[in-house]
């Protein structure tokens, strides 16, 4: 079995996204559900940067990674997870066929962030609280989406802007940026 | 020695913003906007509930100034009407509860006066009926 450079790239986005997420998950949440979801700006760079189907390996990578790691593999919290990931991986398929010119990350990300809260209270509606309780928070979830959407987006085209400082990942270990290394 | 570059002011956030970014977002405030709307308010009341011992006393629209007397065990309770907002006025009860909650203006609230066994109770559009009572 032989790792292709594609492999080494995706993992090593992939090692970003879950670290990031194990780092965000001991930041203490005001309402359970609410995360900034600051791996997706590792997804949405991965999107930009190699297209969809990298995207789509880095995401679900992460999921599973991550919810091994925090021992939550197919609990509910995985299940949510898993069905957020899916919905802005679907969302993200169609958006970066929007005219790249007039579409940059902020929209990326803002949709993804609908389609994910979206997924997520449609799987709580079905299956964890078959009540119509749960839209009741909506509102909530609808507006954290829309904040760490254009925030992560932001974060996103400043990456993507800044090539020299912090490069695509090769699979190769290359040496630090100057910038980094002090 | 080169300063830190994502914090260097000369550095523009805002630089990847396209035109159909604002679009997203616009459009993406308007849907929490939206949702606030319908979700998370309470209808306006349009009429007011009397009731005395369970017996209903009045169904009135909340249109025009006007006060009801409604006669208790222990004496009369006076509630008064106005645009859009109702309250118990006075009431012969030890402690005035339902008095002090003064003015009752959102669908399903309610004002009870227990010892004269007076309720005043707003309502809204019958859609609004979700809940046995509300307190704010």
Redesign the interface.
């Known amino acids: 079995m032989h790792a292709s450079a594609d492999d080494h790239r995706i993992a090593a986005y992939a090692a970003a996204a879950i670290a990031i997420t194990i780092a965000e998950a001991a930041l203490p949440s005001p309402l359970p559900g609410v995360k900034p979801g600051l791996a997706n700006i590792i997804v949405l760079v991965v999107l930009l940067r190699h297209g969809w189907r990298d995207a789509v390996w880095v995401s679900l990578l992460r999921v599973i990674a991550a919810s091994l790691v925090g021992g939550t593999f197919l609990a509910p919290g995985f299940v949510m997870s898993l069905a957020g990931a899916l919905c802005s991986l679907g969302i993200l398929g169609l958006s970066t066929r929007l005219p790249a010119t007039w579409f940059g990350p902020v929209s990326h990300s803002v949709l993804a962030a609908f389609a994910h809260i979206g997924g997520q209270i449609l799987v709580a509606r079905l299956w964890l609280v078959p009540h119509d309780g749960v839209f009741y928070l909506l509102p909530v979830f609808a507006l954290a989406a829309l904040v760490f959407g254009v925030v992560n987006g932001l974060v996103a085209g400043q990456i993507m802007s800044a090539h020299s400082v912090l490069p695509a990942p090769t699979g190769e270990i290359a040496p630090l940026p100057q910038s980094l290394s002090r | 020695?080169?300063t830190?570059?994502?914090w260097h002011p000369g550095h523009a956030?805002?630089?990847?913003?396209?035109?159909?970014?604002g679009l997203?977002?616009v459009l993406?405030?308007g849907?929490?906007v939206l949702?606030?709307a319908t979700?998370?308010t309470t209808s306006r009341a349009d009429r007011a509930i009397v009731r005395q011992g369970g017996e209903l006393i009045a169904e009135i629209a909340l249109t025009a100034p006007r006060r009801v007397e409604v006669v208790g065990p222990i004496g009369t309770s006076v509630i008064e009407i106005a645009s859009g907002r109702a309250r118990v006025l006075a009431d012969p009860g030890p402690r005035q509860y339902c008095v002090q909650q003064g003015w009752l203006t959102r669908a399903n609230a309610v004002a009870i006066c227990a010892p004269n066994q007076v309720s005043l109770q707003l309502a809204g559009p019958s859609n609004s009926n979700r809940h046995d009572s509300i307190s704010y």
């Open positions: 020695m080169k830190g570059y994502l956030w805002l630089a990847c913003l396209r035109v159909g970014d997203t977002v993406a405030t849907v929490v949702l606030f979700l998370w």
